[in-house]
């Protein structure tokens, strides 16, 4: 290995360890914000802080190695036990901004500059997750001899194959065997039979120790999903003048790494909304007699199959009227808390009083909300006016495989998750009754809300005399479901649906059957919410007379064409630009387009850059830009909101539907 391969290789090994250590030096900087002469403390910041400088010279950065030991000398001039200065602290906070733009260089191969990042934001408090998993020397070992037993159990099916393989050949040579012949056949066959059987059952038992250490070896603590919060919760609560503390209990539950990350982005969320519409002004609690220093808890728990997570807050609860006021404007009737609980989901509805970079935009929870269904779980939110809001995640143990119920609905196999499905049941036609616009069944002494597979999925859809169903039950919620048949249960590997399609509403994936058929798997909480009419939705308004004008930006022409033939559709006159630069000249040129639906990657200029253009031209400032993006990132959704855009879509996770919302909602 030469030198620049040796370099190269520190350099990434350096970038894993800053991971670990970045969260580590802010927990303990953060813990001595609040008790700064804490002497252990201040002797665990001194070692992080010396790891860091020798794993830095040992990889030859010496721009880290001297920030290191810039801060090892301020901390040197506090006397033991002495307070550590609020200045000081501040410093620290800011190298460990510092640090993780140097573990993002390192990862990707750049040089490295300790430079002040150029935009200081909360996300910078919590490290990227790599797309590597970190295996010990045991665990390979274990995984080796596991290996090793499925390849001897597969060698050992070898020869009772190709006896198989005689026996058919001399029964195919032979039109008649005699007695004696057919005896020696038959034993022939019972000992390949015996042989078969038991290289299957030692394949069937090596193939599940090796498949249940491979899932050991990808769970991670809830615990590394949390790590970064507790910077979030102070950052957060600094721009906005409040005071808030993070604790966090059942950080030793472990589930798949997979939902670790996913987890790790929802917690975010979350969590600065609790700071940030939760906590009150250390005044206004103060009246209220609660202590001017705000919690946030978020804990975990196994619940049976499931892993249950909440985060909860001691603010002021869901404003009732706020939410109602918002939703009025947009056409949702909210009437109760459990209607502005789950109208907070919904794409766009924000009580922000101003819009900044925390707050406002009405972006956040409904993505949360989707990722989570994503993973076969669900959100919910259960609030109390001046005292708490809870939100309540739970997902399935394994994000692999599901064990589901497989049924058929107009010749199409649906998966149900399991832990979604309370029981199956026998209706009948006679016995539906209805009451408020709702269908009702009686399933033992309570009558339960009843909707039909096909008719939720907008098929044609007559309930038979008789018919199977299945009841679903979710946060506590409780409907019946009419189906087809019920094929079976199944423990199923779950594929993603084409990425192309986006988020397709009451699906989350789809997985092969034994049988070779797909089977789609459903989102129980949108059916849910559909069977029970509680789908919180922002109408589509229809155009106005006057047709709007809207410049469609994209370097993709099928892009393109496809978005222009939507807005088409919805009654919108549309041009297009093939690129930022042509888009500027286009609106310079020609200043009445009431909104601008731009792409980010574009050649010449891209789509942040003719954001901020038009922000800053005279003509054209104040038209309104919706950015539609595969970029999904909290730092590019960051970026994209203070550049000027009003809206910031992820391909992935909006349909056409939130496309056209979002557009009547700003014009």
């Known amino acids: 290995m030469d030198e620049a391969d040796l370099a190269a290789q520190l350099a990434l090994l350096l970038g894993e360890e800053l991971a670990d250590r970045i969260p580590d030096l802010n927990g303990v900087l953060l813990s001595i914000e609040r008790t700064p002469s804490d002497v252990a403390l201040a002797r665990e910041l001194h070692r992080l802080i010396h790891v860091v400088k020798g ?29 550590i200065p609020a200045t000081t602290i501040a410093r620290g906070i800011n190298f460990t901004d510092q640090l993780e733009q140097a573990r993002k260089q390192l990862v990707a191969g750049q040089p ?58 001399e029964l195919a040579q032979r039109r008649s065997l005699s007695p004696a012949q057919l005896a020696s056949t038959s034993r022939r066959l019972s000992s ?64 798949d790494r997979a939902q670790v990350e996913v987890l790790r982005d929802v917690l975010i969320q979350i969590v600065r909304n609790s700071v940030a519409h939760g906590i009150e002004m250390p005044e206004v609690r103060a009246l209220a007699g609660k202590p001017e220093l705000g919690h946030v808890t978020i804990e975990a728990e196994i619940a049976g199959d499931s892993v249950r997570v909440t985060v909860s807050d001691d603010g002021g609860g869901l404003d009732l009227a706020a939410i109602a006021a918002q939703g009025a404007r947009r056409g949702v009737r909210i009437e109760s808390i459990a209607d502005a609980e789950r109208a907070i989901f919904a794409p766009g509805l924000s009580t922000a009083a101003q819009i900044t970079e925390m707050a406002g935009r009405g972006v956040g929870l409904d993505v949360a909300k989707q990722r989570i269904e994503a993973m ?3 959100i919910t939110v259960s609030s109390e006016r001046g005292r708490h809001t809870t939100f309540t995640i739970e997902l399935p143990t394994t994000v692999a495989t599901i064990t589901a119920m497989v049924v058929s609905c107009a010749g199409v196999a649906y998966a149900i998750p399991s832990a979604s499905v309370e029981r199956a049941v026998r209706i009948e036609r006679k016995g539906v009754r209805h009451a408020e616009g709702r269908s009702l069944v009686r399933i033992d002494a309570t009558w339960l809300s009843l909707g039909l597979l096909a008719s939720v999925l907008g098929k044609p859809a007559v309930l038979a005399e008789k018919a199977a169903a299945v009841v679903l039950i979710q946060s506590g919620r409780r409907i019946v479901l009419a189906i087809d048949a019920i094929v079976g249960i199944s423990d199923l590997v779950v594929g993603a649906l084409d990425p192309r399609l986006g988020r397709v509403r009451h699906l989350t994936g789809q997985a092969l059957l034994a049988n070779g058929r797909v089977a789609l798997v459903v989102n129980a909480s949108d059916i849910i919410d559909d069977v029970l009419g509680m789908t919180v939705s922002l109408p589509t308004v229809a155009a106005p007379t006057k047709r709007r004008r809207i410049m469609v930006v994209d370097d993709s022409a099928t892009t393109r064409a496809l978005e222009a033939n939507i807005l088409r559709t919805a009654g919108y006159e549309v041009l297009v630009a093939v690129d930022g630069e042509a888009a500027f000249r286009q609106l310079t040129e020609d200043p009445h387009v009431d909104l601008v639906v731009s792409d980010i990657d574009m050649p010449n200029l891209d789509g942040f850059g003719l954001t901020q253009a038009i922000r800053s031209s005279d003509r054209v400032a104040t ?34 539907t939130v496309l056209l919302q979002t557009i009547a909602r700003l014009l």
């Not at 002040?116 to 970190?134: F, G, I, K, N, S």
């Not at 010990?136 to 009772?160: F, I, K, T, W």
């Not at 069937?204 to 590394?224: A, K, M, P």
């Open 55 to 83: 794993a830095s010279r040992s990889a030859g950065m010496i721009e880290i190695e001297a920030a290191c030991h810039e801060l090892e000398s301020l901390l040197a001039t506090v006397e033991p036990g002495a307070a």
């Open 112 to 169: 490295v500059s300790l430079a002040a990042p150029a935009v200081a934001t909360e996300e910078a408090a919590a490290a990227t997750p790599d797309a590597t998993v970190r295996v010990a020397a045991e665990d390979l070992d274990l995984m080796m001899g596991r290996s090793a037993a499925v390849l001897v159990a597969r060698q050992r099916l070898s020869d009772p194959i190709r006896i198989l393989s005689e026996l058919e050949i």
């Open 192 to 255: 390949v039979h015996r042989t078969l059987a038991r290289a299957l059952a030692s394949l069937d038992s090596s193939s599940s120790r090796l498949d249940e250490h491979v899932r050991r070896i990808r769970l991670r603590s809830i615990g590394d999903a949390a790590r970064g919060c507790e910077r979030i919760v102070h950052d957060t609560a600094a721009a906005t003048g409040k005071r808030a503390e993070l604790f966090v209990h059942g950080s030793e539950v472990r589930v």
């Open 376 to 378: 076969h779980g669900s």
């Open 623 to 656: 038209v309104p830009v919706v950015l539609v993006t595969a970029r999904g990132t909290d730092e590019d959704r960051a970026r994209g909101l203070r550049v000027g855009a009003n809206a910031y879509l992820v391909k992935s996770s909006f349909d056409q």
